[in-house]
């Protein structure tokens, strides 16, 4: 088994750190120095190629065929989807949910604006249940939005709840549970073998 003519793209930051306890449990070598600020390491016979990315950007990444293979989370899937990436492999680490947070229990009454870095998956789910609802994108620190007013509402990821409680907000519902995927560019699964060892590798630990 030959992995140079692989690459896999990986989110930068939790998904990165999952990645690499993956990789140690499934016997291959992890190139990435974690204190370096290289992006980008050749494949090796003995393991793929990889690129350390913006989550968001995995899937442009893959879809376009940089990468072969790409570890991120289902929640950047959905908000960000690409029709030539196909997912393949649930690696159920970086488990997470993305809720409606509110400063109370209670589902909005009438029209309302929702703070989020979700957009499509906000909007999607209003959608579906016919509410009315104004975005109000924020790439960051959602939880200050009902505090300071901007917005009443959140649709945000949540792991233990710490975050929300420091700020006294509460969960109303989940949209979407995530953990982190492997994903494929679809027509590279179909032609090149090795892309499938790699995932029996990740898989085997
Ligand atoms: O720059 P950007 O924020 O887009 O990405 P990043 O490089 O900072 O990545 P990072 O480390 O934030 O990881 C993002 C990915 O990890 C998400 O796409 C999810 O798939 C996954 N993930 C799993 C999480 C969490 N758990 C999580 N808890 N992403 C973010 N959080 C945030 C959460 O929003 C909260 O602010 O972590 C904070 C702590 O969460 P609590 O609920 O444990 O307090
Ligand atoms: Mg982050």
Known sequence: MSFNNVTIAI???????????????????????????????????????????????????????????????????????????????????????????????????????IATKYQRIAQTYFSVHRHPVEMVPLSGSLELAPVIGLAPYIVDIVDTGNTLRQHHLTEIATILESSARLIANASHWRTKPELAQVRQVLQSE
């Open 11 to 113: 989110a930068k930051g939790r998904i990165l750190e999952g990645a690499q306890n993956l990789w140690r449990k499934s016997g291959l070598p992890w190139p990435v120095d974690n204190d370096s600020r290289q992006l980008w390491f050749a494949p090796q016979k003995e393991r793929p190629g990889m690129l350390i990315a913006r989550a968001r950007d995995i899937p442009t990444l893959v879809g376009m065929g940089i990468a072969d293979l790409g570890i991120v989370g289902l929640d950047i899937l959905e908000e960000y989807p690409n029709t030539h990436v196909l997912q393949v492999a649930d690696l159920s680490f970086a488990h997470c949910r993305v809720v409606l947070a509110g400063q109370k229990n209670q589902w909005p009454e009438g029209p309302t604006r």
